[in-house]
Every structure is written in C-alpha cells, then in structure tokens.
C-alpha cells in the first residue's frame, strides 16, 4: 500500500555512476553537487576527473540526506574505517 510522503518511481531512471563529489555551490537556497567519475581519456593513458551529474538540493534537505546516507551505509563504513585504521596501525 502506498504510504504519505513514499517516493515513487513512475519512470524507470537510469543509474550513474558516481565516484564521489568534485565541488560544491552555493546558490541562494541550495547547494549544486558536483558527481564525478574517472575516466581514461582516448588521446593517452591519462585518467580524468569527467563530472558525470549535478543534483541541486535545498540546503535544508541536506542534514536529511547525510542521515539517510549514514544509517544506509554505516555497517560497510565501518569495515571500511576498522580496516584502514588497523593497517594504520600495523595490525594486519
């Protein structure tokens, strides 16, 4: 059953591959993201920072979005940190 306030998909999006942010605007009420991913270029082996998407969002629904981000992510960050800090630490 449909929920208030349940985002819904009424036309399939495509996915992009994002590897992380390159910068961040200020603009008025929002903040315009940056989404980028690495490529080699055809000209050489040189591999470029190529900005693949921009999302605009209020700066309000910001601390929302870090929460969403966090809670969804946390257990697979937290391999992530506990392995970077033990090879920092020679413990593997």
Known sequence: ???????IE?????D?????VAKVEIIGPC???F???DQATFRSDVIE????????????AIPE?????????AGHAIGQLSGLVKTALHLQ
């Open 1 to 7: 059953m449909f929920e208030p306030n349940e985002p």
């Open 10 to 14: 009424p036309i399939p999006l495509q």
């Open 16 to 20: 992009i591959f994002c590897m992380g």
């Open 31 to 33: 903040a315009r993201f």
């Open 35 to 37: 989404m980028y991913a």
């Open 49 to 60: 920072r190529v900005i693949v998407a921009k999302f605009v969002v209020p700066l309000e």
């Open 65 to 73: 979005c870090i929460r969403k981000a966090v809670e969804a992510t």
